[in-house]
């Protein structure tokens, strides 16, 4: 959803120097690979683990639900720091190196492209069963082809639609960050007043027609939407050695912050919807305010991902739970609607029952389960580059009878 290759290196201490553009790959010695960033192993999770939590809290409450909705408010940040993230893991891949545009689009978008179409078919022919065909075929048809357009085949897909289109993006923005060197500053004060002015059209929507309407429409599902975010991690990734020598010194300092801007957060919903405004438009990720709390709660999290990389042993539970969550989350991703709508015929028996914050409690931990599983299997599977854009993993079953197999050396991750 820029999810990572696995491998292991200790970077308890880690130190990096801005990267600059280097002389031709001839003219340098051969380098190894950067070493791995662990804290992006909790901040993935992290933020997986709360789109999950988005998504059922959405699905086991009505709309007009004050209490999910300020919930949500919070939890909306998903979207915005993993376009943060996915800037930041490119640009600390592929700055201090030489780069091509060409090799980089076939290898990324091998990784998340095909798994994006495989999946959006996958989706696409679970809402005819769920229609129980009545739909003709003509039109699911071309119902096929607009989604695999617009992200829309289910409600989490164009998430990888942004991706890609970051992707696509990329070489620009890594040309734009070598040119502007000195001067990144600016260039996240351009974009964050870019991207305010959206904020302030998506609150004062235009009245399009036609096809601009359309894309008006579908706005959610345009990178330019959330530009600010991803120059934000792109940056960030730059002056990497400055971001941590911030976050050593004030970190403390930044998770408070981020407590502060979530708890503003949630006040100006309450305010919002005590003047009448609908709780779910209260929650709209595009006020304009939010972009406060979006910012602190991507520097919160990185700041949790810094203190953990500190303690971070490698072999240890901890250390192998991380790996492995890490590797899971896109295609629980991937899995968890499937999941939340075969319980859906369970959800309101049950919130009737048992009340909504314990029906959202145990349909949570339902969905992941069930996502892990699915994400167990597609992982066990020949194919599972093409679903989850990782090779298929292997069961070594000398290790479950005691005889572990010969270490190989694994891939480094980012």
Same mark, same amino acid.
Request: hydrophobic share 50%; with cysteine; glycine share 6%.
């Given at each position: 959803?820029?999810?990572?290759?696995?491998g @292991?290196?200790n970077?308890?201490?880690l130190?990096i120097?801005?990267p600059?553009?280097?002389?031709?790959?001839s003219?340098?010695p051969?380098k190894?690979k $950067?070493?791995?960033?662990?804290?992006?192993?909790?901040f993935r999770?992290l933020?997986f683990?709360?789109?999950?939590l988005?998504h059922? !809290?959405a699905? @086991?409450t009505?709309?007009?639900?004050?209490?999910?909705? %300020?919930? *949500?408010?919070?939890?909306h940040?998903t979207r915005?720091?993993?376009f943060a993230?996915t800037a930041?893991?490119?640009?600390?891949?592929?700055?201090?190196?030489?780069f091509?545009?060409?090799?980089?689009?076939?290898?990324?978008?091998m990784?998340i492209?095909?798994?994006?179409?495989?999946?959006?078919v996958?989706?696409?022919a679970?809402a005819?069963?769920?229609?129980?065909? *009545? +739909?003709p075929?003509?039109?699911?048809? /071309?119902?096929?082809?607009?989604?695999i357009? !617009?992200?829309?085949?289910w409600y989490q897909?164009?998430f990888?639609?942004?991706?890609? *289109?970051?992707?696509?993006?990329?070489?620009?923005?890594?040309?734009?960050?070598r040119?502007? +060197?000195g001067?990144? &500053?600016w260039?996240?004060?351009?974009?964050g007043?870019? *991207?305010?002015g959206f904020? /302030?059209l %998506?609150?004062?929507?235009p009245a399009f !027609?036609?096809f601009?309407?359309?894309i008006?429409?579908?706005?959610?599902?345009?990178?330019?939407?959330?530009q600010?975010?991803?120059?934000?991690?792109?940056?960030a990734?730059?002056?990497l050695s400055?971001?941590?020598r911030?976050v &050593?010194?004030?970190?403390p300092l930044?998770?408070?912050?981020?407590?502060a801007?979530?708890?503003?957060?949630?006040? +100006?919903?309450?305010?919002?919807?005590?003047?009448?405004?609908?709780?779910?438009?209260?929650s709209?990720?595009? #006020?304009?305010?939010?972009?406060?709390?979006?910012?602190?709660?991507?520097?919160?999290?990185y !700041?949790l991902?810094?203190w953990?990389?500190t303690k971070?042993?490698?072999?240890s539970?901890m250390?192998r739970?991380?790996t492995?969550g890490?590797?899971r989350?896109?295609?629980v991703?991937?899995?968890h609607?499937?999941a939340?709508q075969?319980?859906a015929p369970?959800?309101i028996?049950m919130?009737d =029952?048992?009340?909504a914050l314990w029906?959202t409690?145990?349909?949570y931990?339902a969905? #992941? %389960?069930?996502?892990?599983?699915?994400? =167990?299997?597609t992982?066990?599977v020949p194919?599972?580059i093409?679903l989850?854009?990782r090779?298929m993993? $292997?069961?070594?079953?000398r290790?479950?009878f005691?005889?572990?197999a010969? =270490?190989?050396?694994?891939? +480094?991750?980012?």
């Amino acid at each position: 959803m820029t999810q990572d290759d696995r491998g @292991t290196v200790n970077t308890a201490t880690l130190t990096i120097a801005d990267p600059k553009p280097e002389p031709p790959e001839s003219a340098q010695p051969r380098k190894t690979k $950067r070493p791995y960033l662990h804290q992006v192993d909790l901040f993935r999770i992290l933020t997986f683990a709360c789109v999950v939590l988005d998504h059922v !809290t959405a699905g @086991t409450t009505t709309p007009d639900s004050v209490t999910s909705n %300020a919930a *949500q408010t919070l939890l909306h940040y998903t979207r915005l720091a993993f376009f943060a993230l996915t800037a930041f893991v490119l640009i600390y891949q592929s700055a201090n190196k030489p780069f091509t545009a060409r090799t980089f689009w076939r290898r990324r978008f091998m990784l998340i492209g095909i798994p994006y179409v495989v999946w959006s078919v996958f989706y696409w022919a679970y809402a005819i069963v769920l229609g129980n065909f *009545q +739909e003709p075929i003509g039109h699911a048809l /071309w119902r096929l082809v607009f989604d695999i357009a !617009t992200g829309q085949a289910w409600y989490q897909m164009y998430f990888l639609l942004v991706t890609m *289109q970051v992707y696509l993006l990329f070489p620009l923005l890594l040309k734009l960050l070598r040119a502007t +060197e000195g001067h990144h &500053r600016w260039v996240l004060a351009v974009s964050g007043a870019l *991207q305010l002015g959206f904020l /302030w059209l %998506a609150t004062h929507p235009p009245a399009f !027609t036609g096809f601009a309407g359309q894309i008006w429409a579908h706005i959610y599902a345009v990178v330019f939407a959330y530009q600010f975010y991803v120059i934000l991690g792109a940056v960030a990734a730059w002056h990497l050695s400055a971001v941590d020598r911030v976050v &050593r010194r004030f970190g403390p300092l930044l998770v408070l912050g981020t407590v502060a801007a979530a708890v503003f957060a949630v006040w +100006e919903f309450l305010r919002s919807t005590a003047h009448g405004m609908p709780p779910a438009a209260a929650s709209n990720i595009f #006020m304009p305010h939010m972009i406060v709390f979006f910012i602190m709660i991507i520097v919160g999290q990185y !700041t949790l991902g810094s203190w953990w990389n500190t303690k971070h042993r490698a072999g240890s539970v901890m250390s192998r739970f991380m790996t492995y969550g890490s590797d899971r989350s896109f295609p629980v991703f991937l899995l968890h609607p499937f999941a939340l709508q075969l319980l859906a015929p369970w959800i309101i028996p049950m919130r009737d =029952e048992i009340g909504a914050l314990w029906c959202t409690v145990i349909v949570y931990i339902a969905v #992941m %389960a069930m996502s892990v599983f699915g994400a =167990e299997v597609t992982r066990r599977v020949p194919g599972s580059i093409w679903l989850n854009g990782r090779p298929m993993v $292997r069961t070594d079953f000398r290790a479950l009878f005691g005889r572990p197999a010969r =270490e190989r050396p694994t891939p +480094e991750r980012v």
